[in-house]
C-alpha cells in the first residue's frame, strides 16, 4: 500500500465529521430563530388584545327570588346585573338571568352557600351562565353581577 491510501480513508472522516457539525449548527440557528420569531409575535398578540370592556348600566331585578335549596331550606336571593358601555343604555330582559338563577341555586345545600367561598363559586357559575345568555360573538353584553340580597333558611 502507498502513503497516499492510507490519508484518504483517514481524511474521510474529517470531512463527514464537519459536515455534520455545519448541519447541526445550522439546524440550531433555523429552530433558534424560529422559536425567537414565535415569541415575538405571540408577545405582540397580548399587546393588541382587546381593552378591558367599560362600566355600562347595572340592571336589578325587580323582585327578590325565593329558591328551594336542599333539606327543605330556601335562598332568598336578588341580584343586578352590570352590562358594557357596548351593550348600550337598554336594559337587557331579566327572565333568563331569573331561569338561570333558579336552576342553578335550586338543590344546593345551606353548607354549600354559607361560606364566602361556597357563595363565590356560586356567583361565578350564575355569571358564566348569564355570559352565555346574553353575550354574543360580537357583543359582551354582562360583565359582572351584584348580589343585592343573600339570606339563606
Given amino acids: 500500500m502507498s502513503k497516499d491510501e492510507k490519508e484518504t480513508p483517514a481524511e474521510a472522516p474529517k470531512k463527514k465529521s464537519k459536515k455534520l457539525l455545519i448541519i447541526i449548527i445550522a439546524a440550531v440557528v433555523v429552530l433558534g430563530g424560529g422559536g425567537a420569531g414565535a415569541f415575538f409575535m405571540l408577545k405582540s398578540d397580548k399587546a393588541t388584545a382587546a381593552p378591558a370592556p367599560v362600566k355600562g348600566i347595572v340592571t336589578p331585578l325587580e323582585d327578590a327570588l325565593t329558591i328551594n335549596l336542599a333539606d327543605g331550606h330556601y335562598l332568598k336571593l336578588n341580584f343586578s ?57 360580537d357583543l359582551n353584553s354582562v360583565m359582572d353581577i351584584y348580589y343585592t340580597a343573600f339570606v339563606t333558611q
Avoid at 351593550?87 to 330582559?93: I, K, L
Avoid at 341555586?105 to 356567583?123: C, F, I
Fill in 81 to 137: 346585573i352590570q352590562e358594557t358601555a357596548d351593550a348600550g343604555a337598554t336594559a337587557v330582559d331579566t327572565a333568563e338571568a331569573i331561569n338561570a338563577a333558579i336552576d342553578l341555586y335550586t338543590g344546593k345545600t345551606v353548607a354549600e352557600l354559607s361560606t364566602a367561598k361556597g357563595r363565590d363559586a356560586a356567583k361565578a357559575e350564575l355569571l358564566a351562565a348569564l355570559e352565555k345568555a346574553y353575550n354574543t360573538k
